[in-house]
C-alpha cells in the first residue's frame, strides 16, 4: 500500500514568512508523529497524535510552531515567522494500533532565507 | 530522559564484507523497544531491524542482525556481504513502551556507511 507522503518536498521561504507542511499518514495508522532533522541538532521529536486524544507537545521548540490534525487523517505542521535557524528537514511519521513501529515519510526540506 | 550514542561518525567497508555499527543507551525504564533506521541520500527513514528489550534472542532480518545487551545498554547491528546499496546513514532509536502503545523515538546522531566496491 501507499507510505507516509509528505508536500512539498522542498520549501525556501525568506525569513518572516509563515509555512505549511503537510502529510498524509499511512491509512488506518492512527498515531501520527512530527520530527525535525537538522545538522546541529539531529534528529528531534516535535508533536504526536495519537487517536483523538489531546496530541503531546512537548517537543515543539517554540510558541511559532503549531500542529493540527485533521479527520484523524492528514496534519499540518506550521511555522509562524520562520527564522533561519528553523532550516531542517522536517519529517512525518506514522504507526498503526499498538504497534511500535513507525513508517517515516521522504521529508520536507525547509529553507529560510 | 533516555540518550543515544553513537560513537562511529563514519564507517567504511568493502562489499561483501561484514560491518558492525555500533550503538549504547541510557535509560531507568525496563520496557523498551529498540531499532535501527537506514536514511540513504533519497532522505527516507527505512526501518532496518527492532529488538524488544523483554527478548534475549537477538533479532535477525536478512543480511541484518544485533547484538543486544540489556545489561550493558549496548545494540550494535551487524551487517554481512555488505552492498553497494547499504551506504547510508544509520540511526539507532529507543522508544520507551506506555501504556498507551505509543511514544516517541530518542534518535542518536548516526554513523554513515560507506559501502565501496
Known amino acids: 500500500g501507499a507510505g507516509v507522503s509528505q508536500s512539498p518536498s522542498n520549501k525556501v521561504t525568506e525569513k518572516g514568512k509563515d509555512v505549511e507542511l503537510r502529510c498524509d499518514p499511512i491509512?488506518?495508522?492512527?498515531?501520527l508523529y512530527w520530527y525535525r532533522q537538522s545538522l546541529g541538532q539531529g534528529l528531534e521529536f516535535l508533536i504526536y497524535f495519537q487517536g483523538n486524544s489531546a496530541p503531546d507537545k512537548s517537543g515543539l521548540p517554540s510558541d511559532r510552531f503549531s500542529a493540527e490534525r485533521t479527520g484523524g487523517s492528514v496534519s499540518t505542521l506550521t511555522i509562524q515567522r520562520t527564522q533561519q535557524e528553523d532550516s531542517a528537514v522536517y519529517l512525518c511519521?506514522?504507526?498503526?494500533?499498538?504497534?511500535?513501529?513507525?513508517?517515516f515519510g521522504p521529508g520536507t526540506r525547509l529553507t529560510v532565507t | 530522559a533516555q540518550t543515544v550514542t553513537q560513537s562511529q561518525p563514519e564507517m567504511s567497508v568493502q562489499e561483501a564484507e561484514t560491518v558492525t555499527l555500533s550503538c549504547t543507551y541510557d535509560t531507568s525504564e525496563n520496557n523498551y523497544y529498540l531499532f535501527w533506521y537506514k536514511q540513504p541520500p533519497s532522505r527516507q527513514m527505512i526501518l532496518v531491524i527492532r529488538?524488544?528489550?523483554?527478548?534475549?534472542q537477538n533479532a535477525t532480518e536478512n543480511r541484518f542482525s544485533v547484538n543486544f545487551q540489556k545489561a550493558a545498554k549496548s545494540f550494535s547491528l551487524k551487517i554481512s556481504d555488505s552492498q553497494l546499496g547499504d551506504t547510508a546513514m544509520y540511526f539507532c532509536a529507543f522508544m520507551p513502551v506506555m501504556n498507551s502503545g505509543y511514544s516517541t523515538l530518542t534518535f542518536g546522531k548516526g554513523t554513515m556507511l560507506l559501502v565501496s566496491p
Open positions: 511519521a506514522s504507526s498503526s494500533p499498538m504497534a511500535y513501529e513507525q513508517y
Open positions: 529488538q524488544e528489550a523483554y527478548k534475549q
Open positions: 491509512s488506518g495508522h492512527t498515531a
